[in-house]
């Protein structure tokens, strides 16, 4: 079953920018993470909320997390290159993470 | 440094022939994924072992079979791969239900 939708589905920005994507999910839950994925690769943990959490910041990251809407997102600021790739939410259920549909970023230098 | 390595990183196939993605980790962590994700999609849970346990996702085929071992090892067989099996296959590992950590993947090409 797939948990999260995130938007927008692809985001191109220039460098220096701030990029902020969206997540939403459907049941409650214990904790929210975001993951990064490069091309052909394999997925890198960002950031990992809890659910009595609102906001959580890591470097140029900040997440936030709304469990009235079931919604969270991230934001990157200013934006390099080298942070162009996937963002996936990822909420937990038991043992199991359940993805979000991902957001495609591209940073233009 | 600790780490989910997958072997091979490319594996090409051909359709009906059984083929056998390994993972193994350093992190000495109780739980071992595997999920298939397909191109410009979510990853998506196959199967995963709570120590010895095995817990098979309820819509996981089952031309798809895993096998752990030992602690440090978890393997993909794929007994009759079809073309809709290519797709990329991610490893992860994590502490009971802590972060999950992943490897590189081992992307699968059905011929």
């Known amino acids: 079953s797939q948990q999260g939708e995130e938007d927008p589905q692809a985001l191109s920005i220039q460098e220096g920018e701030n990029a902020t994507m969206n997540c939403s999910y459907k049941?409650?839950?214990?904790?929210l993470q975001w993951y990064r994925q490069n091309s052909g690769r394999g997925l890198v943990h960002l950031i990992l909320?809890?659910?009595?959490?609102r906001e959580k910041h890591s470097g140029r990251l900040r997440v936030t997390l709304d469990t009235s809407k079931k919604s969270s997102s991230l934001l990157i600021t200013a934006s390099r290159a080298a942070d162009t790739a996937s963002y996936f939410c990822?909420?937990?259920?038991?043992?199991?993470?359940?993805f979000g549909t991902g957001t495609l970023l591209a940073v233009q230098p | 440094d600790a780490m989910v390595i997958q072997n091979p990183r490319y594996q090409v196939t051909q359709f009906g022939k059984p083929v056998t993605l390994s993972c193994s980790q350093t992190l000495n962590h109780n739980v071992m994924y595997w999920y298939q994700q397909k191109s410009s999609q979510a990853p998506k849970l196959l199967f995963h072992y709570y120590d010895k346990d095995f817990n098979n996702e309820a819509d996981t085929p089952d031309n798809f079979q895993s096998r752990r071992p030992n602690t440090s090892f978890c393997f993909l067989d794929i007994r009759s791969p079809g073309l809709g099996d290519a797709a990329m296959y991610l490893c992860?590992?994590?502490?009971?239900?802590?972060?999950?950590?992943f490897g590189p993947g081992t992307r699968l090409t059905v011929l």
């Open positions: 990822a909420t937990d259920e038991g043992n199991k993470l359940i």
């Open positions: 049941t409650s839950i214990n904790n």
């Open positions: 909320i809890r659910s009595n959490e």
């Open positions: 992860a590992t994590s502490r009971d239900e802590e972060e999950q950590f």
